[in-house]
């Protein structure tokens, strides 16, 4: 079965400044997705990127993006220019691309605080 | 705003009791997740339906069932209820590809 461990419970930042939060995971397969996830305090879950293991190539959006190392299976993501709005809890979650179960496999979270 | 919605937000109900989660997806989206989100076991899932069919299973209690509905609006059924069933129940929603789920803002189940 797939694990995905995120080893930062909580993690701080200045605002402006540049965070990473890491993620490993564990698996035997080699097509997968890979997912970050934000929730605020509002609650809601919010999908922040998305990688395709099959692609080398890091994803980015905008402030937001991710150094994928699949030998390592590592899955870190980078916050530059952290705002105050980015304060939140993030999921790091895998997903199988072979077939069964397209079930998201969830870390345990890192809780984010930005200080002004 | 994701496209997914459910109701209600917050539920109180007492142990015993018996509730219904209700899920609408995004337009268009035939495939239904259930998650449950507890501080003791984090972010696990449940069910999935695809077109009205169950098509995966997971750490889903006897006592919770769940359907899809021909207009692929979704209902989740807790029974028996205990205290340890208090809990963020989401739902989130795929397109065809199946790729990317999209979350709603949760339903909160409080059992007293």
Known sequence: AQTVTQSQPEMSVQEAETV???????????????????QPPSRQMILVIRQEAYKQQN???????VNFQK??????????????????????????????????VFGKGTKLTVNP | ???????????????????TLRCSPRSGDLSVYWYQQSLDQGLQFLIQYYNGEERAKGNILE????QQFPDLHSELNLSSLELGD?????????G?????????????????
């Open chain 1, 20 to 38: 990473t939060l890491s993620c490993t995971y564990d698996t035997s397969e080699s097509d997968y997705y890979l997912f970050w996830y934000k």
């Open chain 1, 59 to 65: 994803a980015t959006e905008n402030r937001f993006s």
């Open chain 1, 71 to 104: 030998a390592a299976k590592s899955f870190s993501l980078k916050i530059s220019d952290s705002q105050l709005g980015d304060a939140a809890m993030y999921f790091c979650a895998y997903r199988s691309n072979q077939g069964g179960s397209e079930k998201l």
């Open chain 2, 1 to 19: 705003d994701s496209g997914v919605t459910q109701t209600p937000k917050h539920l109180i109900t007492a142990t015993g009791q018996r509730v």
């Open chain 2, 63 to 66: 006592r919770f069932s769940a």
């Open chain 2, 86 to 94: 208090s809990a963020l129940y989401f739902c989130a929603s795929t």
């Open chain 2, 96 to 112: 065809p590809e199946r790729e990317t789920q999209y979350f709603g803002p949760g339903t909160r189940l409080l059992v007293l």
